[in-house]
């Protein structure tokens, strides 16, 4: 492929929504473990991607092998705004989620709901940590992308470990809405339902009149005197591990 063919490229699969670039290599590595359809996958000449494969991710070889095509590290230097420093960048098709069916899901793991976040690397770090916790999903509302590259990248590509959507708003649904809001009854155990959906607002605002209008509990999280909130991905995992411990 011409050089500044595929520069044109990965510059407009950005905003193509259909379409995931795939900064760095923990972000590829696991969209290979999770089943991404590769695209365009290359690798700058002066890097060392052979080492990092071997040393992190050896299941993923092949897959890279296949793909991998690699350019001089001036191209390379044009694909993203800031270049990888791990010397590998990609691009995925981006899987098809039905929201409906995420919330219609009978298993007992809890959906994540992020309600209008501004910063996208506290939404990837959320996923990051919805997909550690083996949550059944994570859905945003608001005009942040959580496909968006930043995302991705806070992320580790874990966008394709499970499923993950943007929605205009929450649909009713048979799953008991918990939101998290300082002023909710203090986590303990058996207080959060299965087949949940845990509700958190946005980093200044918090959560909407309108969603807590709708929920079937209120939870807060216990901290010190003085403290007055915690980070959004912080949050998301206390709650995710409380539930996942039974507490």
Not at 77 to 98: C, E, F, M, N, Q
Not at 129 to 145: E, F
Request: net charge neutral.
């Amino acid at each position: 492929m011409n050089h500044q063919v595929r520069i044109d490229r990965f510059r407009s699969a950005r905003g193509d929504h259909t379409l995931v670039v795939l900064e760095g290599f923990h972000p590829l590595k696991h969209a290979i473990r999770f089943g991404a359809e590769l695209m365009d996958v290359v690798a700058a000449e002066d890097g060392d991607l052979k080492k990092l494969v071997a040393e992190y991710a050896p299941d993923t070889a092949a897959k890279v092998d296949e793909h991998v095509r690699v350019i001089p590290a001036d191209v390379f230097a044009k694909l993203a705004p800031v270049t990888p420093p791990t010397g590998v960048i990609a691009i995925a098709k981006r899987p098809k989620v039905s929201p409906v069916q995420m919330l219609d899901d009978q298993d007992p793991a809890p959906v994540v709901l992020l309600e209008n976040p501004r910063n996208l690397l506290n939404i990837g770090a959320a996923i990051r940590v919805s997909a550690a916790a083996g949550a059944a999903g994570v859905l945003t509302t608001g005009p942040q992308d959580p496909w968006n590259p930043a995302a991705v990248i806070a992320a580790t590509g874990l966008q394709y470990a499970i499923p993950v959507a943007r929605i205009d708003s929450l649909p009713a649904c048979h799953r008991p809405l918990v939101v998290i809001d300082p002023g909710g009854e203090p986590l303990r155990q058996g207080l959060l339902p299965s087949n949940a959906i845990f509700a958190f607002g946005a980093e200044r605002e918090g959560l909407s009149r309108e969603l807590m209008a709708r929920a079937a509990h209120c939870v807060s999280i216990p901290m010190s005197p003085g403290v007055s909130s915690l980070n959004l991905a912080t949050a998301v995992s206390a709650v995710l591990y409380a539930w996942r411990l039974g507490l």
